[in-house]
Nanobody, 119 residues
Protein backbone atom coordinates (compact mmCIF):
# COMPACT_ATOMS: atom_id res chain seq x y z
CA UNK A 1 0.00 0.00 0.00
CA UNK A 2 1.44 3.33 -1.06
CA UNK A 3 -0.09 6.60 0.12
CA UNK A 4 0.79 9.98 -1.36
CA UNK A 5 -0.44 13.43 -0.36
CA UNK A 6 -0.29 16.59 -2.45
CA UNK A 7 -1.76 20.06 -2.58
CA UNK A 8 -0.01 21.73 0.31
CA UNK A 9 1.64 25.10 0.07
CA UNK A 10 1.79 28.66 1.34
CA UNK A 11 -1.41 30.66 1.67
CA UNK A 12 -2.45 33.86 3.41
CA UNK A 13 -4.84 34.03 6.32
CA UNK A 14 -8.39 33.51 5.15
CA UNK A 15 -7.30 31.70 2.03
CA UNK A 16 -8.05 28.19 0.82
CA UNK A 17 -6.17 25.06 -0.11
CA UNK A 18 -7.24 21.64 -1.28
CA UNK A 19 -5.25 18.59 -0.24
CA UNK A 20 -5.29 15.33 -2.13
CA UNK A 21 -4.51 11.80 -1.09
CA UNK A 22 -4.11 8.84 -3.40
CA UNK A 23 -3.62 5.22 -2.42
CA UNK A 24 -2.09 2.68 -4.75
CA UNK A 25 -1.47 -1.01 -4.41
CA UNK A 26 -4.78 -1.32 -2.64
CA UNK A 27 -5.82 -4.92 -3.03
CA UNK A 28 -7.56 -4.69 0.33
CA UNK A 29 -10.84 -3.19 1.44
CA UNK A 30 -10.58 0.31 2.88
CA UNK A 31 -12.36 0.81 6.18
CA UNK A 32 -11.89 4.53 6.64
CA UNK A 33 -9.64 7.37 5.52
CA UNK A 34 -8.54 10.40 7.40
CA UNK A 35 -6.41 13.50 7.62
CA UNK A 36 -4.11 14.23 10.52
CA UNK A 37 -1.73 17.09 11.11
CA UNK A 38 1.36 17.80 13.14
CA UNK A 39 2.65 21.25 13.94
CA UNK A 40 6.23 21.84 15.12
CA UNK A 41 6.66 20.81 18.73
CA UNK A 42 3.18 19.32 18.92
CA UNK A 43 1.71 15.84 18.71
CA UNK A 44 -0.03 14.59 15.62
CA UNK A 45 -3.77 15.28 15.83
CA UNK A 46 -6.87 14.21 14.01
CA UNK A 47 -8.32 16.68 11.52
CA UNK A 48 -11.10 14.69 9.85
CA UNK A 49 -12.21 11.12 9.19
CA UNK A 50 -14.51 9.68 6.56
CA UNK A 51 -15.92 6.15 6.68
CA UNK A 52 -15.83 3.47 4.01
CA UNK A 53 -19.02 4.35 2.28
CA UNK A 54 -18.30 8.03 2.64
CA UNK A 55 -21.53 8.47 4.51
CA UNK A 56 -20.11 9.47 7.88
CA UNK A 57 -17.61 12.22 8.54
CA UNK A 58 -16.03 13.38 11.77
CA UNK A 59 -14.20 16.66 12.22
CA UNK A 60 -12.03 18.07 14.94
CA UNK A 61 -13.72 21.03 16.60
CA UNK A 62 -11.03 23.40 15.40
CA UNK A 63 -11.86 22.78 11.71
CA UNK A 64 -15.64 22.37 11.83
CA UNK A 65 -17.33 24.65 9.36
CA UNK A 66 -14.07 25.39 7.56
CA UNK A 67 -12.77 22.05 6.26
CA UNK A 68 -14.59 19.44 4.19
CA UNK A 69 -13.41 15.86 3.68
CA UNK A 70 -14.52 13.75 0.74
CA UNK A 71 -13.47 10.54 -0.96
CA UNK A 72 -13.80 8.64 -4.21
CA UNK A 73 -14.01 4.94 -3.42
CA UNK A 74 -13.59 3.88 -7.02
CA UNK A 75 -10.29 5.73 -7.31
CA UNK A 76 -9.07 5.25 -3.73
CA UNK A 77 -8.59 8.98 -3.37
CA UNK A 78 -9.52 11.50 -0.72
CA UNK A 79 -9.66 15.30 -0.63
CA UNK A 80 -9.59 17.89 2.10
CA UNK A 81 -10.97 21.29 1.18
CA UNK A 82 -9.64 23.85 3.62
CA UNK A 83 -11.23 27.30 3.75
CA UNK A 84 -10.80 30.30 6.03
CA UNK A 85 -7.33 29.16 6.93
CA UNK A 86 -5.69 30.45 10.09
CA UNK A 87 -2.03 30.65 11.12
CA UNK A 88 -2.68 27.88 13.65
CA UNK A 89 -3.56 25.57 10.75
CA UNK A 90 0.11 25.59 9.79
CA UNK A 91 1.34 21.99 10.00
CA UNK A 92 2.35 18.95 8.04
CA UNK A 93 -0.83 17.20 6.95
CA UNK A 94 -0.86 13.43 6.70
CA UNK A 95 -3.23 11.08 4.94
CA UNK A 96 -4.12 7.88 6.77
CA UNK A 97 -5.82 4.85 5.29
CA UNK A 98 -7.29 2.19 7.53
CA UNK A 99 -7.84 -1.09 5.70
CA UNK A 100 -8.80 -4.71 6.19
CA UNK A 101 -6.23 -7.44 5.61
CA UNK A 102 -6.43 -11.01 6.77
CA UNK A 103 -9.29 -10.24 9.13
CA UNK A 104 -7.45 -7.42 10.86
CA UNK A 105 -7.31 -3.66 10.49
CA UNK A 106 -4.11 -1.85 9.52
CA UNK A 107 -3.07 1.75 8.93
CA UNK A 108 -1.00 3.15 6.10
CA UNK A 109 0.36 6.70 6.16
CA UNK A 110 1.69 9.10 3.59
CA UNK A 111 4.83 11.20 3.98
CA UNK A 112 2.87 14.37 4.59
CA UNK A 113 2.40 17.69 2.82
CA UNK A 114 3.29 21.06 4.34
CA UNK A 115 0.60 23.68 4.80
CA UNK A 116 1.78 27.14 5.84
CA UNK A 117 -0.64 29.96 6.59
CA UNK A 118 0.98 33.36 6.74
CA UNK A 119 -0.47 36.19 8.85
Amino acid sequence: VHVVESGGGLVQVGGSLRLFCAASGMTFSINEMGWYRQAPGKQRELVAIITGGGGTTTYADFVKGRFTISRDNAKNTMDLQMNSLKPEDTAVYYCMINFWRGGGLFDAWGQGTQVTVSP
